[in-house]
């Protein structure tokens, strides 16, 4: 999900001890719509992607009251162990965590600042981390949700995951849904859309692997 800054609902605001202030104007965004479903073949219950629904919300600046509870140790440790985290920080993003039972997103790519994850998932992680390449790149023009920028973050965290050895959490079922109910609005069968947006894929994939590279070895000669 793209989105320019970390962003609630009206009510989730509430919530969290702050108010949306007067004459605000929300933003409207898509939130996937999941269900939970059991896996025919291992019988273990899992998220499954069914389509979208049209979410308003305030970014945190629209807002005032309490600041922001700290996150959960647990949630910090985990987003520490991220894979290739390490890139996402080279690139000035900072990874954070919100509630995603209450926003309805499963991830965020916040414009140039960070990654935001709502829930704790491999796939949903690397699928934001490749919005942020694919903009480093000079690629991402589309400012919403798109069929061809989603297709490139989607398949491009899918592919990453693989080359990483994490096939199960590449989650291929959940990719080929999810790039499907993009194409379909545009007549276009999965294939198709893969096939369209490959180079864009590719490039973006390989900055990330480039930069992690770099990384590793600016570490093993110092």
Known sequence: MLIHQGQLGFCQWE????????????FRILSPVTRKKLD???GVEK????GFKGTAVFGLEQTEGEPLPDCDPAVEEWIASLPLIQVAESWGLKVESFNGSRNGSLGQYKWNTGIALGVK????WTHELVHAADQRNGNLKELVQHWRSETVAELGGAVLLRILGNEH???????????QWYAK???LDVVNACGKM???TC?????????????????TTS
């Open 185 to 187: 609005k545009e007549d």
């Open 121 to 124: 998932n491999l796939s949903t």
């Open 169 to 179: 959490d590449a989650d291929l079922g959940g990719c080929w849904d999810y790039i």
């Open 198 to 200: 490959l180079e864009r």
């Open 15 to 26: 919530q969290a001890g702050r108010r949306v202030k007067k004459g605000e104007k929300a």
């Open 47 to 50: 998220t499954v992607f069914v």
């Open 40 to 42: 025919d073949k291992t």
């Open 203 to 219: 490039d973006a994939v390989a900055l990330i692997l480039g930069t992690a590279e770099e990384l590793f070895a600016a570490k």
